[in-house]
């Protein structure tokens, strides 16, 4: 693909993807537009993203093996409504 010159870097603003998973509200609705919509794959993608570096501590919280959480989201996971709601649950108190 051909490099682009750009005119002015004036408008340009960074994105960091990463930072709209500090916003739990943010977080919250998507997940809630994910089961409406009965994407379950995304669903726990999002999911999955939020809780990555926080794994540990949320398992401990939820008083659930570390590896329950990861299996319940992996991609041949199939997680009770139960395991999930005590992950978001866990996921969502503020430290």
């Known amino acids: ?3 682009t010159k750009l ?3 004036k408008n340009i603003k960074s994105c960091k993807p ?11 609705s998507a997940l809630l537009e994910c089961l ?3 994407n ?3 669903f726990i993608e999002i999911l999955d993203t939020y ?4 794994r540990l501590q949320v398992a401990q919280k939820a008083n659930i093996a570390r590896s329950t959480v990861q299996q319940a ?3 041949s996971g199939n997680p009770t409504l139960k395991i999930l709601a005590k992950i978001v649950h866990e996921a969502s108190i503020k430290r």
């Open 40 to 42: 379950t794959e995304t």
């Open 73 to 75: 989201l992996s991609k």
């Open 18 to 28: 990463e930072d709209s998973f500090l916003d739990a509200h943010k977080v919250g």
């Open 1 to 3: 693909m051909p490099k």
């Open 36 to 38: 409406i919509n009965n």
């Open 51 to 54: 809780l990555r570096i926080n």
């Open 7 to 9: 005119a002015s870097k």
